[in-house]
């Protein structure tokens, strides 16, 4: 009888340890909130900084955000749908030769705007 008491108490001051260890975690969890909860204006600053900025349809002069460097950038056009909805039309219309016309202009298709000394992906342009 005493000794599976003895175990019966043992066994209650183990429970006991574990819970006092697992005890910190939530206590520094509530000090990483509070830290949140003091600067909210710091997210919204960093996504500013994040942000795209306005780009043209043509190449322009920019620092590079990447490699710091000041270039000017290189520019892949991309067919987008209002391309393709273009060449749609002039083919409804018995047109059907200038249909290509808006693959070859650059105001129908998106600009994608790269840094030419290390590709980094600077802005796109929404045509
Ligand atoms: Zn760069």
């Known amino acids: 009888m005493k000794t599976s008491l003895v175990q019966h108490q043992a066994d209650l001051s183990g429970v006991n340890i574990a819970e006092t260890t697992q005890n910190p975690p939530p206590y520094n969890n509530q000090i990483q909130?509070?830290?949140y909860h003091v600067g909210p204006t710091v997210p919204t600053q960093q996504f500013i900084t994040v942000?795209?900025?306005q780009m043209g349809p043509k190449s322009v002069r920019y620092t590079c955000p990447s490699c710091r460097a000041s270039i000017k950038t290189r520019v892949e056009y991309v067919s987008a749908t209002k391309t393709h909805l273009c060449a749609l039309l002039l083919c409804c219309l018995c047109c059907w030769p200038c249909a290509c016309i808006p693959y070859c202009g650059k105001s129908c298709r998106n600009?994608?705007?790269y840094c030419p000394?290390?590709?980094a992906y600077i802005g796109s342009y929404i045509g």
Do not use: G
Request: aromatic fraction near 0%; hydrophobic fraction near 25%.
């Open 33 to 35: 909130t509070d830290l």
């Open 51 to 53: 942000q795209a900025p």
């Open 111 to 113: 600009a994608t705007h």
């Open 117 to 119: 000394n290390c590709s």
